[in-house]
């Protein structure tokens, strides 16, 4: 390879039609003046702009915008974070209310830096948001937080509607590519938190095209599904940076729908797979496909 690296070009599926209406513009603003953070901002979301001014949902990023690990896939800043603020929860149930939120997707920066991995905050949030959002559906999608059992114990006895915790890659390239976090404890989370609680939904995603074969992809389904993950979602990496991973491949369309038919035959009770798909990516539906398929098995 030459001194100076090559990059691909973004195939035309990749190409974004930007939308700043006033639904877009108002949910800014908000986040602004509650003091709030989204990763849909903070990791440079592809869809932002059809969430917050079509879907008119968001994901917040509680316990700060700076992360104490630096994966090589991720946009937040890396640092030191600042203090707890006690307060997030009710502002977070507070802007919840005001967009009218049918479902929402609370997430966080890692947070190695505490003992408890941030569950409490993270818990709290999640009953503020029960308390004044009654009809609202609750996804978390948090951290490893340090793989302790009780940091996950803490989390899931708030009971949120879908736990959501990211494999991110296969199991070759997984210490190239996170920070800290790793393939077997993610597995392991997943595995517990469906031990806690078999009514809870779990899901996981994985982006590609860091270098990962099909053959690998297929066998990351394998685990997640022997870890009790009920939701999939695949979606393209998109380098952020220069100083990120760089794109080995763009899977094209029709891959992506026969990968989400691959993952559909091996008994996820959903799958969203597609170029633009982000974890939280059409959040609200998957949150329904997985009760109509909790009622299935109960009947």
Not at 24 to 31: E, N
Not at 130 to 159: C, H, Q, W
Request: aromatic content about 6%; hydrophobic content about 35%; overall charge positive.
């Amino acid at each position: 390879m030459s001194k100076k690296q090559e990059y691909l070009r973004k195939p035309e599926w990749l190409k974004i039609k930007l939308n700043t209406n006033e639904s877009y513009t108002g949910l800014k603003k908000m986040m602004r003046e509650k003091q709030l953070h989204t990763v849909c901002e903070e990791a440079k979301c592809p869809n932002i702009h059809e969430c917050w001014a079509v879907r008119k949902t968001a994901t917040f990023m509680i316990l700060g915008d700076t992360c104490t690990r630096a994966c090589r896939f991720c946009a937040v800043k890396t640092g030191l974070p600042n203090e707890l603020d006690w307060a997030e929860p009710e502002r977070v149930a507070d802007s919840v209310a005001m967009m009218g939120l049918k479902h929402v997707v609370i997430t966080t920066v890692a947070r190695d830096d505490l003992k408890d991995g941030g569950a409490a905050v993270f818990a709290e949030t999640v009953r503020a948001i029960r308390r004044k959002n009654p009809f609202t559906s609750i996804e978390v999608l948090p951290s490893d937080m340090g793989g302790v059992y009780e940091n996950l114990k803490i989390l899931m006895d708030a009971k949120p509607d879908i736990m959501n915790h990211n494999i991110e890659t296969v199991r070759r390239l997984s210490d190239r590519v996170r920070a800290r976090a790793k393939y077997e404890r993610s597995l392991e989370f997943l595995r517990r938190a469906k031990e806690m609680n078999a009514d809870i939904p779990t899901k996981s995603s994985i982006m590609i095209g860091l270098g990962e074969t099909k053959e690998e992809i297929i066998e990351t389904m394998d685990d997640l599904r022997a870890n009790n993950v009920d939701i999939i979602t695949i979606g393209q990496y998109l380098q952020p940076t220069k100083k990120h991973l760089k794109v080995e491949k763009y899977y094209h369309p029709d891959e992506f729908a026969e990968l989400k038919e691959i993952a559909l035959s091996k008994g996820f009770s959903h799958c969203e797979a597609g170029p633009l798909v982000r974890s939280s990516y059409h959040a609200d539906e998957q949150v329904n496909a997985a009760k109509s398929n909790q009622q299935v098995k109960q009947a």
